[in-house]
């Protein structure tokens, strides 16, 4: 995003120039305006070396944001004024895009800006559902109990995917291990083979010779395979990312074994979400249209945010759905009996912890599963391999001794 150098006046009469990014000048004479300055003139700033480089689109990691949530709430808990915090914490940052955010936040609460809007600025880095339930935190004036609602509903999604990847190393390993032995001997050892062979002008087996018509023609246009391989993962990662989100997701949802722990990792996303905005005031109708962005799984978050319609024209949160189809009986029936007895978010709370549960236990029950699996796969394929080019060696040693 380009940055424009913009002169400007601020309520205490001073002038300053003020380094914004935006899209465009006016929005970003706009955003000034709206923090209670005068705007002189806008101008664009010279483009640094970093603007033609490719970014990072997260900026703030999830583990290095809960790590400044938590020393957000142990300050407000100490009675410190949110200004004073914030200059402790920008001592403290080491990350220096994470500081220059932090930094420029600092900078709009010191003009008057909110702090839920202050960081509801930046949409792109935190998400939505940060800014919102610092609002509810602002207006209820228990901001302490909000950050530390939001802090629980983090830690949860955080411990649950550093579980998820710490059961996935091993598989990883042995599939990479599995795809590197076999393109090595499509590549290295059947060529030597298929001289070797050529040299007694012997009649091979027709697998045998298959394996050698596909080797040849990787070796021979190995460049072209591998240049082939990235457009095609470039092609499908675009198509990912902009028109076929929900296809691909809604596939991703249909894999056996694995479509059940996303279906359930999804349905715990929205409760939880849901259940903290609501805990911390947030009205019905948005916490749902927030809840839903939460939502990794794209088809299951378009569904969900159909229902806003629905819910505000009266029809109760757990018809609304079970008309989904994405959502299932179990926490359709508890979201039921917590709206019916006034203990929507306790109950919301128990859906999001049941399914933590479960997921824990089906992704043991994947991982111990899936690693027998893949090393029976593996042998298969290098025994397979090996047998269709000992095979012709072996009937070549029973021909000479005849």
Request: charged share 20%; aromatic share 8%.
């Amino acid at each position: 995003m380009p940055e424009f150098i913009v002169r400007v006046g601020t309520p205490d009469g001073q002038i300053l120039e003020r380094h914004v990014q935006a899209s465009t000048a006016t929005a970003a004479e706009k955003e000034l305006r709206r923090q209670g300055m005068h705007v002189f003139a806008a101008k664009r700033g010279m483009p640094a070396l970093r603007d033609f480089l490719p970014r990072s689109r997260k900026v703030v990691s999830v583990e290095r944001f809960l790590l400044f949530n938590q020393e957000l709430l142990a300050l407000v808990r100490a009675g410190l004024p949110i200004l004073q915090s914030f200059d402790i914490m920008l001592e403290r940052q080491k990350n220096p895009r994470f500081r220059e955010v932090l930094a420029d936040i600092r900078e709009k609460l010191k003009s008057g800006v909110s702090l839920s809007d202050a960081f509801g600025s930046y949409g792109d880095v935190f998400p939505p559902i940060y800014s919102t339930s610092l609002r509810a935190g602002e207006r209820s004036g228990d901001l302490e109990g909000v950050l530390r609602r939001f802090l629980r509903y983090q830690k949860m999604i955080v411990t649950l995917r550093k579980r998820v990847v710490s059961a996935l190393i091993y598989p990883t390993v042995l599939v990479t291990l599995s795809a590197a032995m076999v393109f090595i001997m499509l590549t290295k050892v059947i060529p030597r083979f298929a001289e070797f062979y050529a040299g007694f002008n012997a009649d091979l087996p027709a697998f045998t010779k298959l394996l050698i018509t596909v080797a040849t023609a990787l070796n021979d246009h190995l460049i072209i395979t591998v240049v082939a391989a990235i457009i095609i993962v470039l092609v499908v990662r675009r198509w990912i990312a902009t028109t076929g989100r929900v296809t691909w997701d809604s596939l991703k949802l249909q894999l056996p074994m694995v479509g059940g722990i996303l279906h359930r990792f999804a349905i715990m996303q929205f409760t939880q979400s849901l259940g903290t905005l609501l805990s911390g005031g947030t009205p019905m109708v948005p916490a749902i249209e927030i809840a839903s962005q939460s939502v990794t799984n794209q088809m299951i978050s378009s569904k969900v945010a159909g229902i806003v319609q629905n819910v505000r024209e009266g029809e109760p949160l757990w018809r609304s759905l079970e008309s989904t189809g994405v959502i299932s009986d179990l926490a359709v029936e508890m979201i039921k009996v917590g709206e019916s007895t006034g203990a929507l978010t306790e109950m919301l709370g128990n859906v999001s912890e049941f399914y933590d549960e479960e997921i824990e236990s089906r992704l043991s029950r994947l991982v111990a599963a899936i690693e027998p699996v893949i090393l029976v796969f593996m042998g298969l394929v290098i025994a397979t391999l090996l047998y269709a080019f000992y095979l012709p060696l072996f009937q070549l040693t029973s021909v000479g001794q005849q």
